[in-house]
């Protein structure tokens, strides 16, 4: 069974910074992509970032410059470090994993099939 979990979220003030960590494991694919969503009350779950077995990363517009995603591989451990945080960048950060992700599909949450139970990140002064 593939299990997936996220940890990293916490409380920060608007400027700050965090470090979302996600760890998959048990029956990786070696063509897995692992993205990082994202859900608040009242709100679908958007995409925010995602890295393919490749090495290529996609952002949503809103983070774009300030989030980086990246991935251990070896580890199947994939990172967001989220910068210049704002107020609208509080939700529950979701991790997830999926196989065969392509790129018309990236940012569709029903292309990833394992998913974290979510992290807190709250944004406020």
Same mark, same amino acid.
């Given at each position: 069974q593939?299990?997936? &979990?996220?940890?990293?979220? =916490?409380l920060?003030?608007p =400027? !700050?910074s $965090?470090? $979302?960590? #996600?760890l998959a494991?048990g029956?990786?694919?070696?063509?897995?992509?692992?993205?990082?969503?994202r859900?608040? /009350?009242? +709100?679908?779950?958007d995409?925010?970032a &995602?890295i393919?077995r490749? =090495?290529?990363?996609h952002?949503?517009d809103s983070?774009? =410059?300030r989030?980086t995603i990246? +991935?251990?591989?070896a +580890?199947?451990?994939?990172? $967001? !470090?989220?910068?210049?945080l704002k /107020?609208e960048d509080? !939700?529950?950060?979701? #991790? &997830?994993?999926?196989?065969g992700v392509? $790129?018309?599909?990236?940012?569709?949450r029903f292309?990833?099939?394992y998913?974290?139970?979510?992290?807190?990140v709250?944004v406020?002064s």
């Amino acid at each position: 069974q593939v299990h997936v &979990a996220e940890s990293g979220g =916490g409380l920060v003030q608007p =400027g !700050a910074s $965090l470090r $979302l960590s #996600c760890l998959a494991s048990g029956g990786i694919s070696s063509n897995s992509a692992m993205a990082w969503f994202r859900e608040s /009350p009242g +709100k679908d779950r958007d995409f925010v970032a &995602a890295i393919r077995r490749n =090495g290529d990363q996609h952002y949503a517009d809103s983070v774009r =410059g300030r989030f980086t995603i990246s +991935k251990d591989g070896a +580890k199947n451990t994939v990172t $967001l !470090a989220m910068n210049n945080l704002k /107020p609208e960048d509080s !939700a529950v950060y979701f #991790c &997830a994993v999926g196989s065969g992700v392509i $790129l018309s599909s990236v940012r569709d949450r029903f292309s990833y099939s394992y998913w974290g139970r979510g992290t807190q990140v709250a944004v406020s002064s």
